[in-house]
């Protein structure tokens, strides 16, 4: 089978290092495969829009939901992005995510069916409004276009007792579908001494906390009690991710 064509979506503010570095991965690990990246934009102030115009193979969409809580918002922005992709299959990389490895498109993206309509990285947590406690993180979540908006829900419609994304799961499983889903494991290969993060699933780094340290880390540091800031995570992270992709300044 002939690798499928792919939109490639993320959300970002003030995000510019992680986004270049996610187009960059992108490109080195598509191969020959047709593809688009689209970044919906919530009001970078970081250089950001200016540097995504300037790629030819990204489209930048800009949404500002001032009023609506973060989760609502990123899910929001997520389905707009969907809304608009040139092709049939759609994955959504959290902004400070990207792929590490050269078949994480063909262990998702060219195994969905009906019979499995969404792929990408498991996430166990108890959450009240979904009895499975597991679901496809929208970290890494493949899917189809043309489930959007039935099987496929990026936005919260629980409130708090469910996550961005995680409707779509709860759907799928009720509609007696199943998934395609890759384990989160520890990235030992960027250990920065926190002892679950940064995480590797089906061949997509993910960072965790990066949007939430650049706007809240104090509220951040006071639910890991000091374990994850900027000084003593993000910044040595970021520090061995430009030693091991270098020229991603």
């Keep these: ?21 996610l187009l960059e991965r992108v490109r080195a690990t598509v191969r020959d ?14 250089g950001t ?7 030819p193979d990204l489209r930048v969409l800009r949404q500002r939901n001032w009023f609506r809580r973060a989760g609502h918002r990123h899910g929001e922005a997520a389905e707009r992005g ?3 992709a040139r092709h049939e299959h759609v994955v959504l990389l959290d902004s400070d995510a990207f792929p590490i490895a050269d078949d994480w498109l063909a262990t998702s993206v060219d ?6 309509p969404i792929a990408g990285a498991v996430f166990r947590s108890p959450h009240r409004g979904n009895p499975h406690g597991w679901y496809i993180h929208p970290h ?3 899917f189809r276009k043309r489930d959007l908006g039935g099987l496929v829900v990026l936005r919260k419609l629980r409130g708090d007792d469910t996550d961005t994304g995680e409707e779509a799961t709860i759907r799928v499983l009720a509609a007696g579908r199943g998934v395609i889903g890759h384990e989160i494991a520890f990235c030992a290969a960027f250990d920065v001494g926190h002892p679950r993060v940064p995480t590797v699933a089906g061949g997509v ?9 650049l706007h809240t880390e104090q509220e951040v540091v006071r639910e890991t009690e000091g374990q994850v800031s900027r000084a003593r995570y993000l910044d040595p992270l970021m520090a061995k991710l430009r030693a091991a992709y270098p020229g991603n300044d």
């Design 1 to 21: 089978m002939s690798p499928r064509p792919v939109s490639i979506l993320t959300v970002t503010r003030d995000g510019l290092f992680f986004t270049r570095l």
């Design 33 to 46: 495969r047709p593809y688009e990246v689209i970044v919906v934009d919530q009001g970078s102030t970081d």
């Design 49 to 55: 829009i200016a540097w995504c115009r300037a790629q």
């Design 82 to 84: 969907a809304r608009a």
């Design 111 to 116: 195994l969905i069916d009906d019979a499995r």
């Design 140 to 142: 890494f979540m493949a």
């Design 205 to 213: 780094f993910h960072c965790w906390y990066t949007s939430r340290l």
